[in-house]
Structure formats: structure tokens, C-alpha cells
């Protein structure tokens, strides 16, 4: 029996169904422009910050794939995807809360400890919420939406990002909420951004689950057909990553590089800021010319991101125009030129520029990847996929995380910076591989494909 045509929605069903997206990313923006920073507060050194990481890429590493192939066999009253949404918002609003609290609680390498503790949790609860995600958008739009209905989700990511990276920033300088603190101890304007970041990410959440729709089971089974798959068992996932399409293969050599490179800008911005721009030596944690480092680098996230939010309502039209494939290497070359840049930059304000490049890369990293993959899944087997395509971004963090730090401090000599431009070269890399991607799916957009 032929399988019947998903309708298209509206564009406010699509803002609807992507805004918890929004709230995850203003966590994840908050882990991001500050996790390193608090680490070092709690008396991390430089080269052991990669190792702390590490902890983000296994836990995604391993529970990714389970929630996708769990969402993809749960219905309830809540839905399909949904109650992954609800566990994984509230696990993470408790990491939240307490990763900045820690030497509340504990002292010295114990508050160090529990921050890594805080940031594993974190970074596992935002899986869980954020996987399924990626495979609503895919079971509730026609081919012809894909596009665009990632392009909002990465509007929606960019929006939340923004706000999230630049709240501390805003609560220093605008509220007078203090970025000083004691030695050993976290300010309170990240302290405050925290806990705003964890209210911002419930409501969005509860947001997207009493308004978005979900295909009941039956109606689903006719838009995208019945699974052949009956094995209610998590070999089924091995099974599935042995025979992963070969578009999925092709894509991971680009995710590979560019999860490389991101994961070295996400670690070693601060202490390059600190170190390169501001000239601090790797031992000044706790100055307050260490804290506006770490402030600024909220800053310059906010500003990758707000160019992301606003160049993913353009993918759709340039997708159109020179093709999916295309669209991302530009992407990705604007990316390791941006990085690349930060070097030779002589004050904080240049790299705001220099972020510019890395906007563009960030964008299509967050939607391109999904478009092209989306259409090379087989029916009843989207959750699962996309989270054994988690892989391709998990990995490249371990590999980072487990050498990243040695090379800093044993080739680099400490010098974050020089992390930074190898995270550039490697960006190019991932631009050059991705014309060799086979995009089966990258068909005419229709007007539908437009705001």
C-alpha cells in the first residue's frame, strides 16, 4: 500500500514543535561559555580542561542511540517523544542549578570534582532531552519541509544560544550583579544565569509538549510505513549501526572534523583569551582580568551564535539555489577561516569578526548534516539513526578530550590559542570532505520550502 503524503505545517506549528530546542540550547550555551571558567575556578589546570569535557561526549556517546531507539518505540499519553523531553529537562535543570554551586558544598578538589559530576549530568540530561528532538522534526514533516524545518530548529538554537552566552555579561553590566568572588568560588552573575537558564529551559519545554502534535501510532505507520524491524532489544542498535547508509558513512568524516574543531573552541577559548589576548599566566584563575576573559567569552559565543540564528532562515535559499552539499562546505570554510583569524587578532573586540565565520559554520553544522541524513533513513528507524549518527559527533570530542590537553601543554606550551587554529585547519578539512558526500535527498525545494 502506497504510504500517504505527511501534510506541510505552518510555520507556527514548526516554532511550536522546535521551541523546547530553544531552551536546551540556552543550557547548553551556559555550559558552554562557562564550564571551563568555573572549572578552573574550582582549580582545574588548562591541560586538564579537556579532560573534564570528556565527560560531555561519553555520556552523549552512549545514551543518545538507547533514547533514539527507545523514542522510537514509546507511546503514551505524553506521546512519543516526549517524555524523553520532560526526564532530560528536569535532570538538567538540577545540574544547573547545582554545577555552580558545588564549592557551596565542597571544598577545593572535591567542588572540583562534583563540578565535572554536575557537568556529566548536564550533558547527559541534555541528550536526553535534545536526540529526540532531531527525529520529531523528521517524523512530522514532508521531505520538501526538511530543510526548513531544521533551519527554524537552528534559528531556535541560535535565539537560545545568544541569550544564554551573553546573560552573564548582561547581569554584571546592566543589573550590578557582581562578577567578583573569592578564589575557589564561582560569581554570582553566572551563579544567577544559571538559575534563569534553568527556568527558561522548563517553560520552552513544557511549551513544545502541550502544543506541538505527535502522528499517533496508527496514523504514523501511514506516512512513513510499519517497521520491519520487531526486535525489541538493543542489539537491534548494532545491528542498525553495521548497516548504516553509506550518506550516513560519508557524513561522518565531515562530522568528525567539525566536532574537532568545536570541541577545541568550546574548551580552550577562555584560557586562550586569557593567555593570548590578555597575556595572564596559565596559573591566574581567579583575577578579575581572568573573569572578564571568561565573560567575554560568553560574549563572543553569543555573537557565533546570533550570525547562526540569522543564517539558518537563509539555508533554505541558498540549499535551493547551489545545493545542500555546497551550501555546507561554504559553510564550513567561512568556519576554519573565522577560527583561524582568532590568532591574529590584537584586542578582544577583533574577535567578534572572527566569530562571524564561525556563525555561518555553526548554522549549517546544526541543519545540513540532518537534512541530507533524514532522507537516507529508513521508515521506523529515524529516532535510532539519529542517534548512532551522535557517534560521528561523540567521537571526535573523546578523541580531542583525551589528547587535546597533552598537546596544549606539552607541544603548545600551554598556549590555547595555537588549539584554536588547528581547530580552523581542521574545519577546512571537514569543507573539502563534504563535497564528496552523496546527497540522494537533495531535491527541489518547493515554495513550501519558504517563509
Sequence with gaps: MALKQKPSLSIAQIFTMSLGFMGIQFGFALQNGNASGILQN???????????????????????????????????????????????????????????????????????????????????????????????????????????????????????????????????????VSSSAPAGEVANNVIYSFYIGALIFIITILITVIFAKEYPPAEYVEYHGK????????????????????????????????????????????????????????????????????????????????????????????????????THSFSLLAGGIGLMSMYFANDKGDLLFSMFGVGLAWASILSMPYAILAGSIPSGKMGVYMGIFNFFITIPQIVNGVIGGTIVKTIYGNNSMYAIVLAGVLMLCGAVSMLYVQDSTDIKVTKIDQF
Design 42 to 176: 574550582y582549580g582545574a589546570h588548562v591541560e586538564q580542561l579537556s579532560w573534564f569535557w570528556l565527560v560531555a561526549p561519553l555520556t552523549g556517546m552512549i545514551v543518545q542511540p538507547i533514547i533514539g531507539y527507545y523514542s522510537d518505540r514509546t507511546w503514551n499519553r505524553l506521546g512519543r517523544r516526549k517524555p524523553f523531553f520532560l526526564v532530560g529537562t528536569l535532570l538538567c535543570c538540577i545540574a544547573l542549578v547545582l554545577l555552580p554551586n558545588s564549592a557551596g558544598f565542597f571544598q577545593a578538589k572535591s567542588a572540583l570534582l562534583i563540578g565535572a559530576g554536575m557537568l556529566m549530568m548536564m550533558d547527559a540530561s541534555i541528550n536526553v532531552a535534545m536526540e529526540p528532538f532531531r527525529a520529531l522534526v523528521a517524523d512530522n514533516l514532508p521531505d520538501s519541509q526538511r530543510t526548513l524545518g531544521f533551519s527554524v530548529q537552528t534559528f531556535l538554537i541560535g535565539v537560545g544560544a545568544v541569550a544564554g552566552s551573553w546573560l552573564p555579561y548582561i547581569l554584571d553590566n546592566y543589573f550590578q
Design 227 to 326: 517497521s520491519n524491524d520487531t526486535k525489541a532489544s538493543l542489539s537491534q542498535v548494532l545491528n542498525d549501526f553495521r548497516n548504516m547508509p553509506s550518506t550516513m558513512k560519508q557524513l561522518g568524516l565531515v562530522q568528525f572534523f567539525s566536532w574537532f574543531a568545536l570541541f577545541s573552541m568550546w574548551v580552550f577559548t577562555t584560557p586562550a583569551i586569557a593567555h593570548h589576548l590578555f597575556k595572564l599566566s596559565i596559573d591566574d584563575t581567579s583575577s578579575d582580568a581572568f573573569r572578564d576573559a571568561q565573560s567575554w567569552t560568553g560574549i563572543i559565543f553569543g555573537v557565533y551564535n546570533g550570525v547562526s540564528a540569522i543564517y539558518a532562515l537563509m539555508l533554505p535559499a541558498i540549499a535551493r539555489k547551489i545545493g545542500r552539499k555546497k
